[in-house]
């Protein structure tokens, strides 16, 4: 597979800047581990603050030109972009599998979802309007202009190398917005793969910039420039709310998309087979390594029985393997730490009173493979269900109202995704009006998509990612007020 993506000229391991590949200034590299096998793929460049001010600087004068060029002619660009992102779906969805490890017909849905966005910000960019306000003065006149807010710093996590990065480009470019990207070190293959597309598509040099290496220093380079104005991230909340906090010394607008908690809510008058086959898809996607994966799986009694005994069988039928195998439905955990945590939350589970119905320890195929997992009896305020497994873990509650389902659900400082079944149509709506989170799924594992806001509430996040409300985030609004007419 490596030798194929070589010779495709989509395999870069060198950094991005000024449209040009750039190894670290002191010669440091990296080595990027296919999860799977733990084989190393590649080396890479491993930078640091000064090649991220060099990445800013590019990004700060290629600001002047790119902002200035008609939407239309950004938008002709980023078609060209998504164009060649699906025309090369097939390799960018392979260096996923290597890189990260989901299967590959998910990479490769990754690889259209994710170039949706590049689709979808093509188009908004030929839509953002500004306003003319009904002045409260005879004399005077009240414009509103929407301007692009200038440099982008974007942090990236591993567990969608490319969907992340397209989703915070593609409307960052569409407003005349420049961007510096950090990829994730364990990921970093798929990101220079894509800035590579977007320089054979026209991006002009400058305007996107791949630096990556030693997270903490890129993270202050970004943080501590008065030239980046928008910080963006996607991960875990702790890094998120340390990089909220460094961007107050400079004053920088930001998005968080961070972790999740997310409760699955299944009531005794649901569809049964609606909700085994959604609730199973909410948690499985990438072997449960999502921010809106199912983590606590609340069932209400009246179905208890039946509905656990469908779901622990289609578990149990679930092909564990390396992505690249032919059928496999769950690939591995990111490393060892990940399947550390997991093995961990799963043993302090069963030592306060949790029981196994399936799984419950590492897959024999050893590495970083895990078993997919249900455990029952679980009580909210288990760690399991407090942290965010991140794994093939189905956490199960059992509970007996309305009321009682919708407080275990809020009792969590996350708010990102939430998953109900029901056929009753008040409740539907009761559930999902109580429900404290950003996103909500109903009969429904979500089909979250370039067209919707994705975005947490509480420590989840700050701002919208995607649809229309997705453009805001790298826009500033300015208010000219003429006066004397
Ligand atoms: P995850 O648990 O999903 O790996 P992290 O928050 O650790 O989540 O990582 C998400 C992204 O944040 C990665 O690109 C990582 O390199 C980056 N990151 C981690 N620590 C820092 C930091 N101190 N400053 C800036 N970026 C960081």
Redesign the pocket.
Known sequence: VVARLKSSGLFQTKGLIGGKWIDAYDGKTVEVYNPANGEVIASVACMGDRETKDAISSAYDAFSHWSKLTAADRSSRLYKWYNLLIEHEEELGQLITLEQGKPLKEAIGEVVYGASYIEYFAEEAKRVYGDILPSPMPDRRLFVLKQPVGVVGA?????FPLAMITRKAGPALACGCTIVI?????TPLTALAVAELALQAGIPPGVLNVVMGD??K???A?LESPQVRKLT????T???K??MAGAAETVKKVSLELGGNAPCIVFDDADLEVALEGSLAAKLRNSGQTCICTNRLLVQEGIYDRFINAYSNAVQSLKVGNGFSEGVDQGPLINEAAVEKVESLVHDAISQGAKVVVGGKRHNLGLTFYEPTIISDVKNEMLIARREI?GPVTPVIRFKTEEEAIQIANDTDSGLAAYLFTNNIQRLWRVSEALEYGLVGVNNHVSFSQVAPFGGVKQSGLGREGSKYGLDEYLEIKCICMGNM
């Open positions: 942090i990236t996590p591993w567990n950090k990829p994730s070190e364990l997270a903490p890129i993270g202050k970004l991230f996607t991960g875990s702790a890094v998120g340390k990089l991140f």
